[in-house]
């Protein structure tokens, strides 16, 4: 449980007595409160989860549009038309690599998997769908963290003309949201990320989905990596399959890539990710 600025540290990237990482020796989960942990893990489920998995992934960005992303205001880009940029005012990248990433995930959890992929990943489609049903969802998307307006904080989605959306999964949209989610991965930038409330923690796009039902949610405190968060996510997926408890799974997954990858992996492109609520659980997995 952080305090303060310690929110923002991943704890598995500090250096042991032995110039080793913690991650070598420890799993690390964390909890924004022991009170918020014992109520997720005494909280009895309102209904029971029928899907194994909802992936949402590849959105398409460009073409470039005059349209904006103002943690103020919303976007004013066109509604159906791609092109929003950041807080920065540049245009948000495609991200192509989170169509390997969901569909590498589905096909872990076999046939009993939901995809919202390209044109079909737009927030409208995913708030239609029965997210109280889902036992694992997994969303791979810009995400933009907000300290000014933290109620603003959102993962970036495609937008719908028809329902008139604006592709913003804002923080206060997701409060209105129903979830019996044992884990939510939220694999954008900063989805760990903003303002800083002393010993309430960090208000975040993080806390919002554990409020509303999330047993645990997967998110970085950082720019994430395409190629990195690609691998780790794959992996993950692979050892809680295997029947590794949620908090050893992302451990293994970065011991993976620091095994594989060696030197290039510092801490920067495997650490951003930390786990928060209850990790301690097996998801049970139904193929």
């Known amino acids: 449980v952080p305090d303060g600025a310690l929110n923002l540290v991943p704890f598995d990237a500090l250096m042991d007595g032995a110039d080793s990482y913690v991650l070598t020796s420890h799993v690390v989960t964390y909890a924004p409160s022991a009170t918020v942990l014992n109520l997720i893990r005494n909280e009895k489920n309102s209904g029971t ?3 194994m998995f909802l992936g949402v992934g590849d959105v398409p960005y460009q073409p470039s549009t005059a349209g904006k992303v103002d ?9 159906g038309v791609g092109g929003m940029v950041d807080f920065k ?3 948000l990248p495609n991200l192509p690599a989170t169509k390997e990433e969901v569909t590498d995930a589905a096909k872990v959890f076999g046939s009993s998997s939901v995809l919202l992929l390209g044109a079909n990943a737009t927030e409208a489609r995913f708030k239609s769908e029965p997210l109280d049903h889902f036992r694992i969802i997994h969303i791979a998307a810009h995400g933009i963290a907000s300290t000014r307006f933290p109620d603003r904080a959102a993962l970036v989605l495609g937008q719908d003309s028809a329902r008139h959306d604006d592709g913003l999964l804002q923080v206060r ?4 949201l129903h979830l019996n989610a ?3 991965t939220l694999s954008a930038c900063d989805t760990g ?6 010993e309430e923690g960090i208000e975040s796009l993080e806390r919002a989905f ?11 405190l950082w720019t994430a990596s395409d190629i990195y968060t690609t691998s780790l996510m ?9 029947g590794q408890d949620e908090g050893e799974a992302l451990r293994q997954a970065k011991l993976d890539l620091l095994k594989e990858f060696r030197g290039p992996a510092t801490p920067f492109f495997w650490a951003d990710f930390i786990l928060t609520g209850d990790a301690s659980e097996r998801v049970t997995v139904s193929k």
């Open 193 to 198: 990320a903003g303002r800083l409330e002393g």
């Open 173 to 176: 949209e997701i409060r209105d």
């Open 182 to 184: 044992q884990l939510v």
């Open 234 to 242: 794959a992996r993950f997926y692979q050892h809680v399959a295997a």
């Open 210 to 220: 554990l409020f509303v039902g999330a047993r645990s949610v997967l998110a970085s």
């Open 71 to 79: 943690p103020g205001a919303g976007s004013t880009a066109n509604p």
């Open 89 to 91: 005012g540049d245009p």
């Open 49 to 51: 989860t029928t899907v």
